[in-house]
């Protein structure tokens, strides 16, 4: 479960600072019970500076909290975070929607676009507000001009997130459960034995974890967009167009250099045919920390789509 605060429920509408003071106080309680489940509350930066009242910024509302209060609050929204701007999803071209407003660039839109394809990430509305309700149905409107609708759970009481966090799975604590995860959950793909291993001895990382798994997930959706002739479908064409392409895709290929000085090192064990190997140059990409996943190339429906690789990126000269 992956949890951000809402940043459209600061939009200028608490009458005072005691109302603010208030409605922040519950939200610091929400993120305390989510660490307590192995969770944290992403927010965005922006959120520093976000209109409280009709006259008042945050940093001058923040200035009028308590010393304990405003401590707490400047180390959340300035210095530790963590962001979820610094493992975005979507991006400025997506058009997502909500209740007749846009909400690309917004926690909104980040958690619509990260349920799409796979996670359950929820939000944290303040109240009151115009967001006192679950669960928020998000449009996300396609170049081609299809439509999909993204149903967001979203929190705004301590107690109402706890019966949500009791009932969670909890959270993978280790890459050998997140090589288990990902080999009972994908089924359309073929992980090599050893394709967790280069994983092994690196620090978790949860961000990453959910970066691996997104990523997973979008390489399982285009292991199943084939029509009965073999062809890609317009799903698997979007996919593409959406994540191998462009200059922050989390697909490509390794460079022409790339492919000769590290030859021996792309080159993988056949997961089913002893002596037999796979030139995997096309992989995923995460980047805090540097985590690749190399897989064969191109997906086709008649040959399984094999996941050789998940560790370092290879490629650091």
């Not at 429920?9 to 003071?21: E, K, N, T, W």
């Not at 959270?171 to 291993?197: C, G, Y």
């Not at 399982?220 to 890609?232: N, V």
């Not at 030859?263 to 540097?290: N, W």
């Amino acid at each position: 479960m992956e949890l951000m605060v809402n940043d459209l429920s600061i939009s200028g509408q608490f009458p005072d600072v005691p109302s603010f003071r208030s409605a922040v106080d519950r939200v610091m309680a929400m993120r305390k019970l989510a660490r307590q489940f192995g969770r944290e509350l992403h927010c965005h930066r922006n959120l520093s500076h976000a209109q409280v009242t009709r006259d008042l910024m945050m940093p001058q509302v923040i200035q009028r909290l308590e010393q304990a209060e405003r401590g707490a609050l400047m180390q959340w929204l300035t210095r530790h975070g963590p962001f979820w701007e610094d493992g975005r999803v979507h991006g400025p071209d997506d058009y997502l929607e909500c209740s007749h407003q846009i909400v690309t660039d917004t926690a909104v839109g980040e958690a619509a676009f990260r349920c799409f394809y796979g996670a359950d990430s929820r939000l944290v509305s303040l109240t009151p507000s115009s967001w006192e309700h679950t669960p928020l149905s998000v449009c996300w409107s396609l170049p081609d001009g299809d439509n999909r609708d993204i149903k967001v759970a979203n929190h705004i009481t301590v107690e109402d997130l706890e019966v949500a966090l009791r009932s969670a799975p909890g959270p993978i604590e280790s890459w050998k459960q997140l090589a288990l995860m990902s080999q009972a959950r994908f089924h359309n793909l073929t992980f090599s034995a050893t394709a967790f291993d280069p994983l092994h001895g690196l620090p978790l990382a949860p961000g990453a974890v959910q970066r691996i798994l997104e990523r997973l997930d979008v390489l399982e959706q285009m292991k199943c967009c084939f029509d009965p002739s073999g062809r890609r479908t317009p799903e698997g064409h979007r996919l593409y167009q959406a994540h191998f392409t462009g200059d922050k895709a989390w697909f490509s290929d390794s460079s022409d250099v790339e492919k000769n000085e590290f030859r021996a090192e792309l080159t993988f064990r056949y997961p089913e045919i002893d002596g037999e190997s796979l030139f995997c140059t096309m992989h995923g990409k995460v980047k805090t920390p540097q985590i690749r996943i190399h897989f064969s190339w191109p997906v086709r429906a008649d040959v399984p789509l094999y996941i050789a690789y998940v560790g370092p990126k290879i490629t650091k000269r």
